[in-house]
């Protein structure tokens, strides 16, 4: 397959602009829903009853789906079309959406929030085909531009949403607003979007690598979630741990030898991709370890609304979009090597803050200096993994990238619940020192790594 196959040669759609602007809506929409929820979850917790592993399984089943679908998803739209997979995901992710927002116990929000992440995984690759397919030339590069804009903002942006909309109509209307903005998108781009573009035929679908990948990720999550409860170096832990490392060992094997593989194994073989993989990972679980730890503590600990929560929020939101924004100034100067060090250690010198003292000045503080870090460590990781393949794998090599951010999410939800367990079911504070001070080792070791792994900066030619 040449790259003229990859995109189309007709002339560019006259409402390419307009449709990139509801594609990103519904990005948007998707990314928010990753931490839009972490301001609502102690008013979720009280309202239904929710135990601490329900209330991690809100934030870790749809991150779970959604990254362990991805792949799976990319490949339906390559079957059947991206118009038509775009349309159906903002479906059923519209009625998951509604689903939630109705939900009365443990059990209907965890299978909203699967269905959410159902919907995310049949959506998010497909929209992004679209992107690559309509634009061409310095189009594609601006319009994949603000593609990666709305991941950087999108998830700071969903805790400030997240404390406005708990602390007026209530926690339900984070779901609830999902509908009526889905619905709009679905009835635009039903109209808007060429019928077939994007469709490339291939022989069949790889059902069992989904299912391998997502189930030892879920045997994983879950390994996590339970040590909190029942210790980390238990018989259960332990066994679901290997169990998920069989599974990721399966899945690799299965990769070589599927007809239509889900995931081209040996791209991870590749340094930048490696690396840029990692770097998502950390990026995505420090965040969301950020997220929840301090959504927790203002509310649980210092029993704030959700609306000031939410408000206290903001600068961690402009600290992390202003990382993100001064690194893709300054990443070609300096290169990723030294950048993804200095991000992780900023990283952990936020953490370090509350884990120190549990002031609310100090903890406001301490989450908006490892906002930045983890900013620029987003935009750190995307041109790492990406920079150096060629254009015919890019997709591939951004599903993985994606699915990597999605798998941090769930981890980072499940370790920082497992650690600050004390806090959450109590009213003491360690938990929360806990939690902070493990990630500030995380992040820590992670810049280890990081200076190890990271490829060094190519000079350009001439």
Excluded at 41 to 63: F, I, N, Q
Aim: no cysteine; hydrophobic share 55%.
């Amino acid at each position: 397959m040449t790259t003229h196959d990859i995109h189309e040669t007709t002339a560019p759609h006259p409402q390419r602009w307009r449709i990139l602007g509801f594609l990103g809506i519904a990005q948007l929409m998707l990314i928010l829903d990753v931490t839009v929820v972490a301001i609502a979850l102690p008013h979720m917790e009280t309202d239904l009853g929710l135990s601490r592993a329900a209330v991690t399984w809100t934030v870790s089943a749809y991150t779970l789906t959604f990254g362990g679908l991805m792949l799976l998803g990319g490949r339906i739209a390559d079957l059947v079309g991206a118009k038509r997979v775009v349309l159906t995901g903002l479906l059923v992710f519209t009625g998951a959406s509604l689903l939630t927002g109705l939900a009365g116990s443990a059990e209907m929000v965890v299978s909203g929030r699967i269905g959410q992440g159902v919907g995310a995984a049949l959506l998010s690759p497909a929209a992004l085909s679209l992107v690559v397919t309509l634009f061409d030339g310095d189009d594609r590069n601006k319009a994949l531009g603000v593609w990666s804009a709305l991941g950087g903002g999108g998830a700071a942006l969903g805790v400030l949403l997240g404390g406005l909309i708990t602390g007026g109509p209530g926690w339900p209307w984070v779901f609830f607003i999902n509908v009526p903005i889905g619905l709009l998108i679905f009835a635009a781009l039903a109209v808007m979007l060429p019928a077939g573009v994007g469709m490339r035929p291939r022989p069949r679908l790889d059902f069992v690598g989904a299912l391998l990948v997502t189930g030892a990720s879920t045997a994983l999550i879950y390994a996590l979630i339970q040590a909190g409860d029942h210790g980390w170096l238990t018989t259960v832990t332990g066994g679901l741990v290997l169990f998920a490392l069989i599974g990721y060992v399966a899945f690799a094997g299965w990769q070589k030898r599927a007809r239509s593989p889900l995931m081209d194994v040996a791209l991870l073989a590749r340094r930048p991709v490696t690396t840029g993989a990692f770097l998502i990972l950390m990026a995505t679980a420090l965040m969301v370890a950020v997220f929840f730890l301090g959504t927790f503590y203002f509310q649980h600990a210092r029993g704030y609304g959700a609306m000031r929560t939410g408000l206290l929020f903001l600068p961690v939101a402009v600290a992390t979009m202003a990382g993100a924004n001064l690194t893709g100034r300054i990443l070609g100067r300096f290169g990723a090597r030294p950048l993804a060090v200095v991000a992780l250690l900023i990283a952990a010198a936020g953490m370090t803050v509350p884990a120190l003292t549990m002031q609310p000045v100090a903890v406001t503080v301490g989450i908006a200096v490892a906002g930045a870090g983890t900013g620029a460590l987003f935009v750190i990781a995307s041109a790492t993994a990406l920079g150096q393949v060629a254009p015919q794998e890019a997709g591939i090599a951004s599903g993985i990238v994606s699915t990597f951010h999605e798998f941090g999410a769930s981890i980072g939800a499940a370790v920082v619940s497992s650690v600050a367990t004390v806090s959450l079911v109590g009213d003491s504070l360690d938990g929360f020192r806990d939690g902070f001070l493990v990630a500030a080792f995380a992040a820590a070791g992670a810049a280890v790594v990081a200076g190890l792994l990271t490829p060094a900066a190519r000079h350009p030619a001439g």
